[in-house]
T-cell receptor, first 117, second 114 residues
Framework: AQTVTQSQPEMSVQEAETVTLSCTYD???????LFWYKQPPSRQMILVIR????KQQNATENRFSVNFQKAAKSFSLKISDSQLGDAAMYFC??????????????WGAGTKLIIKP | EPEVTQTPSHQVTQMGQEVILRCVPI?????FYWYRQILGQKVEFLVS????????KSEIFDDQFSVERPDGSNFTLKIRSTKLEDSAMYFC????????????FGQGTRLTVV
């Protein structure tokens, strides 16, 4: 069974600086998706970025980028130029491409990101 | 932009009461999910629903839980006799056909059992 591990319960960063959130996962599958979701205090789950495992190029969305190391099973999220609105819980999630998985998401425990003004 | 809508946003119920959480998925989506998140804990998969039947459920999804898609638009989660430990945020999600499509989440329903 797949697992997702986020080893940093909490991280803090000064506004305008860069922060990296770590995520590792375990799977025997060769193709899958990885996601980062943001959960602000409103508790809505917002997709930040996704990475297809078959793509070598790291995904980027504006100030958000990932460092995907498939061999190491590592999927970290880098937030550049941190803004106060980035303060939230960040969850890393895995999704199999196998149909019998029903494409459910498997979640990490989350990292609380604090932005210091 | 289409979105998944959940109602109510917050529900308070007495222990032992039945509660129904409602979700309106995105209209052309085919796969539907319920997840729950107990405060301070990770998000947990409850159930997936496809082609008008449950396709997978977790150990959490016991006989107290049921799901239905009564009218082709709403997707409901019923908890028959709520317990204190059912207090959590419940998220509905939906996705369209294909292994490469992502799930869209509703804003969640906060369930408080007292």
């Amino acid at each position: 069974a797949q697992t997702v591990t986020q080893s940093q319960p909490e991280m803090s960063v000064q506004e305008a600086e860069t922060v990296t959130l770590s995520c590792t996962y375990d799977t025997s599958e060769s193709d899958y998706y990885l996601f980062w979701y943001k959960q602000p205090p409103s508790r809505q789950m917002i997709l930040v970025i996704r990475q297809e495992a078959y793509k070598q190029q790291n995904a980027t969305e504006n100030r958000f980028s990932v460092n995907f190391q498939k061999a190491a099973k590592s999927f970290s999220l880098k937030i550049s130029d941190s803004q106060l609105g980035d303060a939230a819980m960040y969850f890393c999630a895995y999704r199999s491409l196998l149909m019998d998985s029903n494409y459910q998401l498997i979640w990490g425990a989350g990292t609380k990101l604090i932005i210091k003004p | 932009e289409p979105e998944v809508t959940q109602t109510p946003s917050h529900q308070v119920t007495q222990m032992g009461q039945e509660v129904i959480l409602r979700c309106v998925p995105i209209s052309n989506h085919l796969y539907f999910y319920w997840y729950r998140q107990i405060l301070g804990q990770k998000v947990e998969f409850l159930v997936s629903f496809y082609n008008n039947e449950i396709s997978e459920k977790s150990e959490i999804f016991d006989d107290q839980f049921s799901v239905e898609r009564p009218d082709g638009s709403n997707f409901t989660l019923k908890i028959r006799s709520t317990k204190l430990e059912d207090s959590a945020m419940y998220f509905c999600a939906s996705r369209s056909r294909g292994s490469n499509t992502e799930a869209f989440f509703g804003q969640g329903t906060r369930l408080t059992v007292v």
